[in-house]
């Protein structure tokens, strides 16, 4: 059997890259019956004796997947976000890097169609800026107007696997046609009675950018956090994971708990406290999702 990795999920095929050569494949009966569906991303072994069709005999231990965009092994996930059209949301970012932090996948945050806002606006998008990338997330402020910026961010994609994540219509599909003019994807128009881009992107597939793989994904739809624990919550924020640890009581929820370290940092300005809030809403959120015990 041959090893390789599966590019392409499409009508029931599986699109396997084995070294220079490209594999048409089935999935085995025995992954439905058990359930399993291999992903975009997976390494898997191939039967390869029939040149017309192969077939995948078993897929690799996964380092992590997403549900949606069904995809697997994922070294990075770039957070699209614009200013205008859809509106740039703090919390809309922050419910993506949650949920990307669960999954242990490095975020970076591209936020587009600067050339299209006031100064005024401008200066307030650079301070969200400063709060994210004090916090050690990269972020690329982006125009509109082509790729001649794009140039300088190349390393984000070198011998990584990265998926694009983001409303629809924040310009996901354009950003990888600047990056790469021959992948000619599709690209919708934001609807003005809905505020969102129409779905343009048909399927799960890594492409060859820059060196590493990048998946165009359809915008998320639903972003809850049916996976993370309430427990779990104050990992998935970088700045409350590194000084959990002061805080005085053991399982401390940064919340209504006395001599709370995470508390103290907000007060004292070493955490935005737009996160904080956040944080607590999220955190209710999950609260009045999960049965109490």
């Not at 077939?55 to 992590?64: D, F, G, V």
């Not at 100064?119 to 050690?136: C, L, P």
Request: net charge negative; aromatic share 10%; proline share 5%.
């Amino acid at each position: 059997m041959a090893e390789g990795r599966i590019i392409k999920a499409l009508s029931g095929f599986y699109y396997v890259q084995s070294e220079d050569k490209m594999y048409q494949c089935r999935g085995r009966g025995v992954f439905r019956n058990k359930n399993i569906t291999p992903l975009v991303g997976d390494f898997v072994l191939f039967d390869e004796s029939n040149p017309n069709e192969g077939y995948i005999q078993e897929i690799k231990p996964r380092t992590n997947e997403l549900i949606r965009p069904p995809i697997a092994n994922i070294d990075q996930a770039i957070i699209v976000n614009s200013v205008v059209t859809p509106e740039f949301s703090t919390l809309l970012l922050d419910r993506f890097l949650v949920l990307i932090e669960a999954k242990d996948i490095k975020p970076v945050i591209f936020i587009t169609k600067m050339d299209t806002i006031t100064d005024e606006q401008v200066t307030t998008i650079e301070n969200y800026q400063k709060d994210y990338q004090s916090i050690g997330y990269p972020v690329e402020l982006l125009s509109s107007k082509g790729s001649n910026e794009l140039t300088g961010l190349e390393h984000y994609f070198t011998d990584k696997v990265s998926v694009f994540a983001g409303q629809s219509g924040v310009g996901k599909s354009s950003l990888l046609n600047a990056l790469k003019p021959s992948l000619l994807l599709k690209t919708g128009d934001v609807s003005k009675s809905l505020g969102r881009g129409k779905h343009t992107t048909r399927h799960v597939e890594l492409v060859e950018v820059n060196g590493g793989l990048v998946a165009d994904t359809p915008g998320f739809s639903s972003l809850e956090f049916g996976e993370i624990e309430l427990e779990e919550l104050a990992d998935c924020f970088p700045e409350m994971r590194e000084r959990k640890e002061g805080c005085k009581f053991r399982g401390c929820m940064h919340y209504k708990e006395p001599k709370c370290a995470i508390k103290q940092s907000v007060d004292h300005g070493e955490i935005p406290p737009f996160r904080y809030e956040h944080y607590v809403s999220f955190l209710e959120e999950i609260q009045t999702r999960k049965p109490r015990y």
